[in-house]
C-alpha cells in the first residue's frame, strides 16, 4: 500500500514536490518555461485528443495553433470507499475535480465496484475514467536467495472495461473472500497479544460488502484506543511479516499479470520500492507480460526503478495511491507529474489492447443482441475510444439493426 499521477501537456511536470524539477526551475529563472521539444508537443497532442476527443486543439489564447491549451493532469492510482479508500467514488472524483486532474484511474482493491459510479461523478466535470483495480498477488521465489513477498498489480482498462469480465471478477472475488479469513486472523492474532478487536466491528468499519483489509483492522485499534493513528498501529502490529500480520489467499503475480492481458487490459506493477526482491520480481513478470512499472512518486525515489524500466521495456508511470485517510500525510490526487512522453508510451501501449478487448465484446454481444448484452453494451460505453477505427465501423455497422447507440457515444 503505497502511492500515484500527473502529466503537464506542456512536457513538464505538475508536481511541485519533485526536488529534481525544482532544482531545474530555479536554474531557469522566474517566469522562464523550459521549452518543449518536438516530441513532447507531438505526444501532448496525441494525449490531449485522446483524453478529450471533442476538444479543439488549439492554444486557449490563440497564438499557436500548434500547442494544446493548459496543462492536463492524470492520475493514475487512487483508492475509493469500494475498497479501503475513504472518499467514496463520486467525492473521489469531485476531489480530483479540484485538485485539477483530467484522467483518473479508479483503482480499489480487487474490485471494480466502483467505477461505474465514478464514470457517472465524472461526466459532471468532464473528467475521464480508466476502469481499473489493484489485484493482490503473490510473488513466490524462484531462487533460494529470494522470499515469498506480497505483490500489488494495477490493471488499466478500457472505457468498456475487461472483456471477459467474468474471468477477472472469478479472481477477484476469492481474493476478497480471503480478506474475511485474513482479518479473522489478524483479530485473533490480536487477541493473542491482550488487543482484543470484534470482527464484526471491523466489518462494519468496512462497509457493507466491502472485504476488509489491514486499514480497517488498524482504524478498530484506533477506535479501540490500542494505538494513536493508523501509522502506529502499521508500524507496531500489522506491517507485512509484524506480529498482527496474515497473509491472505492470493494468487501468484504472474497468474495475475497473464489474467489481465487476458483481459484486455495494461498490467502495471504498483511500487516497486515496496518490494525486497524488486530485480526478480519485475524479472518474472514481464515474462509473463507485464507492460508498465510505478516509477514516479511524490518523494524523490526514481532512478533506481527508472533504470530497472528501461532494462525491462517496461512504460514508466506513478500515482499518488490516494485513499484519502484525513490527517494522514499522504499524496494527494494529481500530485505525481508524470511526463508527457510516458503517458503517450503508456496510451501507445494501451489502446491496441483496449480495442481487441472493444472488438471481442461487440462481436459476441453482436452475435448474441440479449436484452441483457444490450443493455451491457449501453452502461459499458464510457466515451469515446477510437473514434476512427474501420475494424469497429464493421461491427457497428453490424450492430445498428439493433439501434443499440449512435455513432458518438458507441466509438
Ligand atoms: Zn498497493
Ligand atoms: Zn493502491
Known sequence: MVLTSAVNADGGGADEESKPRRRRRKRRGRGQRKKNSPEEILASLYVRRW???DAPLN?????????PAGKMVFEFHSHSTCSDGFLSPTALVERAHARGVNVLALTDHD??????????????????IIPGVEISAVYSPREESETEEPVHILAYYGSCGPSRFEALEKVLSSIRDGRYLRAEEMVFKLSKLNLPLKLDVVAKIAGNGVAPGRVHVACAMVESGYVQNLKQAFSRYLHDGGPAYAKGTEPFAEDVVRLICHTGGVAALAHPWALKNPVGVIRSLKDSGLHAIEVYRS???????????????LVKIGGSDYHGRSGQDEPDLGSVAIPVLDVYEFLIKAQPAWRVAMQDML?????????????????????NQEPEDPELDAIRVKLSGTELCNRKKCS
Open 299 to 313: 518523494d524523490g525515489k526514481l532512478s533506481g526503478f527508472s533504470d530497472l524500466a528501461d532494462r525491462y521495456e
Open 363 to 383: 462481436s459476441a454481444m453482436a452475435d448474441e443482441p440479449s436484452d441483457i448484452n444490450l443493455q451491457k453494451i449501453r452502461a459499458s460505453f464510457l466515451g
Open 59 to 67: 492554444d486557449a489564447d490563440g497564438d499557436d495553433p500548434v500547442r
Open 51 to 53: 483524453a478529450f476527443p
Open 111 to 128: 474490485t471494480m465496484a466502483g467505477v461505474a459510479e465514478a464514470v457517472e461523478a465524472a461526466n459532471k466535470f468532464g473528467i475521464r
